[in-house]
C-alpha cells in the first residue's frame, strides 16, 4: 500500500518543507552520495515512504532542491534590473546581478555545481532546464526587445543568451573546479565585446 499525505500528523505541506529542509540540510554538508535517505527521514520526523510519495526518488529530492536554488537566482536577478535603460546597459546589469548572485551564494552553488556535473541524469537535466527556463529568460527578454526595437542585430534570441551566459559559466566553472580567482570585470568586458558584436549597425 503506496504512503500518502493522510498517513502523517500535520499538514501535508509541513511534512513536504521538512523534507525538503533536512534534505538541504545534509546535502550541504555531505553531498549527495554519502546522504542517506534514512538520515533525512529521521531528521525531518518522517519516514522514508513519505520522500518517494513527495519526491519520487533520491534523485528527484536533490533536483527539487536544485530547481528552487536556480528559481530563487532567477527572482534574485529579475528583481534588481533596471527597465528604463539602454539595452547594453540591460544586458550588463543582468551579467552583473548574475555573477553578484553566484558570488553571495557561493558555497551553495559551487556544492551543486560540484554535485550535479558528476551525478548527471535527472539532477543535470533539471538544472539545465531551469537554468534555461527561469534563470537565463530575463536575458532573453532584453536580448528579444533591443532585437525588436532595432537596438540590436535580429539573430536567434535563445542561442545569443545561451552564448552571454556561456562567457559568465566559463569563468564561474574555472572558479569552482579549477580555482581560478573571479576578476568580476573580466567576464562583464567579455560581454561587452559580444553586445558590441550584436549591435545593429549604423545607419
Do not use: W
Request: with cysteine; proline share 5%; net charge negative.
Amino acid at each position: 500500500m503506496s504512503a500518502s499525505p493522510a498517513a502523517e500528523p500535520g499538514r501535508e505541506s509541513e511534512v513536504r518543507d521538512r523534507i525538503f529542509s533536512s534534505a538541504l540540510r545534509h546535502f550541504s554538508h555531505k553531498g549527495f552520495a554519502a546522504t542517506s535517505l534514512r538520515e533525512i527521514s529521521e531528521d525531518a520526523q518522517t519516514t522514508k515512504p513519505m520522500i518517494y510519495y513527495y519526491f519520487g526518488s533520491k534523485d528527484g529530492l536533490y533536483a527539487s532542491i536544485v530547481r528552487q536554488i536556480l528559481e530563487e537566482m532567477a527572482d534574485g536577478i529579475r528583481s534588481h534590473l533596471p527597465v528604463e535603460a539602454p539595452v547594453r546597459d540591460r544586458v550588463i546589469a543582468y551579467c552583473e546581478r548574475y555573477l553578484d548572485h553566484f558570488l553571495v551564494q557561493e558555497e551553495i552553488i559551487a556544492l551543486v555545481l560540484r554535485e550535479v556535473f558528476g551525478l548527471g541524469g535527472v539532477p543535470m537535466a533539471e538544472f539545465s532546464q531551469a537554468l534555461g527556463e527561469r534563470v537565463r529568460q530575463p536575458l532573453d527578454e532584453i536580448l528579444r526587445q533591443g532585437m525588436e526595437s532595432g537596438a540590436l542585430s535580429h539573430d536567434h534570441v535563445a542561442t545569443c543568451a545561451t552564448a552571454i551566459t556561456g562567457i559568465l559559466n566559463m569563468f564561474i566553472l574555472a572558479h569552482v573546479f579549477g580555482g581560478a580567482p573571479i576578476d568580476r570585470e573580466t567576464p562583464l568586458q567579455h560581454v561587452r565585446y559580444y553586445i558590441r558584436g550584436l549591435a545593429a549597425p549604423a545607419s
